[in-house]
């Protein structure tokens, strides 16, 4: 490391931390040639490569921007939103690659907004997954079904959907003359 005061291009560390629960490692160093110490400070930079196959440092407030349109009138809160977002960019750390792929930043989303809140979950997979019938969003939703069949937790009332009660034949009273007379 080049020191900063006198350009030598040697320095001794002399402390380490780690700094932003682990992605940032801070460093003290000492310059042998002047004795004068200063910090750097030292961030795995994550890339994501695009379709097009430009890469661009990754960034947490696209995340934020493309869930919080599937998220627009639902009770979901900017802090909520911004831990998502954090979530996804531990998760792909986690994966140990420094270039990932964008359409795995969209897989990385889809797990934490579909606990988060499930009816975004469901407009977010329809434009990321290209759902192109309704038959994919009942696939969805029964998946969604089973899921929460297995884990024991009900629905989101915005997911419960049931088919309409058959109608009557051969009678030609309407709903509300029925319970008036």
Request: aromatic share 8%; glycine share 8%.
């Given at each position: 490391m080049r020191c900063p005061f006198c350009h030598n291009p040697d320095s001794r560390v002399i402390d380490s931390r780690e700094?932003?629960?682990g992605a940032t490692t801070r460093r003290r160093r000492s310059c042998p040639a002047c004795g004068r110490r200063f910090t750097t400070v030292e961030e795995a930079v994550l890339a994501v490569v695009k379709r097009?196959?430009?890469?661009?440092?990754?960034n947490r407030s696209k995340v934020v921007a493309g869930v919080r349109r599937a998220c627009q009138g639902r009770p979901v809160d900017e802090d909520q939103l911004h831990q998502l977002a954090q979530q996804v960019e531990d998760a792909i750390r986690a994966s140990g690659v420094a270039e990932v792929p964008s359409n795995e930043v969209g897989l990385a989303i889809l797990q934490p907004l579909r606990e988060l809140d499930e009816v975004a979950y469901l407009r977010f997979a329809s434009v990321y997954r290209a759902f192109s019938s309704v038959e994919d969003f009942e696939q969805e939703i029964t998946e969604l079904r089973m899921r929460h069949h297995r884990g024991g937790t009900p629905p989101l009332p915005g997911l419960q959907i049931e088919p309409p009660?058959?109608?009557r034949r051969g009678s030609a009273r309407s709903p509300s003359s029925a319970r008036d007379g």
């Open positions: 700094a932003d629960e097009s196959g430009v890469s661009e440092p990754f009660a058959p109608r």
